[in-house]
């Protein structure tokens, strides 16, 4: 039990369409990370938020967006949903952005399936 | 930029033999390197992870890594495989918060009886 919790945990979109997933980060923790795990592949970073702010982006066109709310809570949009987007969206946790050692918080996850 | 390379997808061990899962990385700044765990249709979670000091990393359910600088390498070992160890493994790198890191593809683990 990380603390760090996602929604919804499975859901079938269609190609074309928006999703938003979302993330409760573990109480305390002002940073927010998102990744994209396709099946059988490590978790690719999507991007960070710090203080609201976004705070680093991975190789992810502008259809993936974020937004990070002043409780710290977290969404991730992605528009014009393409069947690659199939996969688990991943959020994870922490505190303070610049402490590289810092331990992060997964969470499940999310399971998106593009039909 | 980083890279991590994880040499074999999928290792098989019997239980109570060594566990080795190998990996290894590229990073132009010294790295911080970081081992998760992951059970089916779960998140991950961390074993261990090497910031600074120490090379040989001890985490939990009794893995450790060493960190190799000479040879940019940081494998995961435990000493005798449980059945519940059965998982897959992620080695991860990073040379700014943990939260921008850059993973393997993985290393599927199987414990035999």
């Known amino acids: 039990e990380t603390g760090v919790t996602q929604s919804p945990t499975h859901l079938i979109k269609t190609r074309g369409q928006q999703v938003t997933l979302r993330c409760s980060s573990q109480s305390g923790h002002n940073t927010v990370s998102w990744y994209q795990q396709a099946l059988g592949q490590g978790p690719q970073f999507i991007f960070q938020?710090?203080?609201?702010?976004?705070?680093g982006r991975g190789n992810f066109p502008p259809r993936f967006s974020g937004l990070q709310f002043p409780n710290y809570s977290s969404e991730l949009n992605v528009n014009a949903l393409e069947l690659d987007d199939s996969a688990l969206y991943l959020c994870a946790s922490s505190s303070g952005q610049q402490l590289t050692g810092n331990t992060i918080y997964f969470g499940e996850g999310s399971w998106l399936t593009v039909v | 930029a980083q890279s991590v390379t994880q040499l074999g997808s999928h290792v098989s061990v019997s239980e109570g033999a060594l566990v080795l899962l190998r990996c290894n990385y590229s990073?132009?700044?010294?790295?911080?390197l970081f081992w998760y765990v992951q059970y089916p249709n779960q998140g991950l979670q961390l074993l261990l992870k090497?910031?600074?000091?120490?090379?040989l990393v001890k985490g939990i359910n009794g893995f450790e890594a060493e960190f190799k600088k000479s040879e940019t390498s940081f494998h995961l070992t435990k000493p005798s495989a449980h059945m519940s160890d059965a998982a897959e493994y992620f080695c991860a790198v990073s040379v700014q918060s943990a939260g921008k890191s850059t993973f393997g593809d993985g290393t599927t683990l199987t414990v035999k009886p």
């Open positions: 990073s132009s700044v010294p790295p911080y």
């Open positions: 938020y710090y203080r609201e702010e976004e705070n």
């Open positions: 090497y910031t600074t000091g120490a090379t």
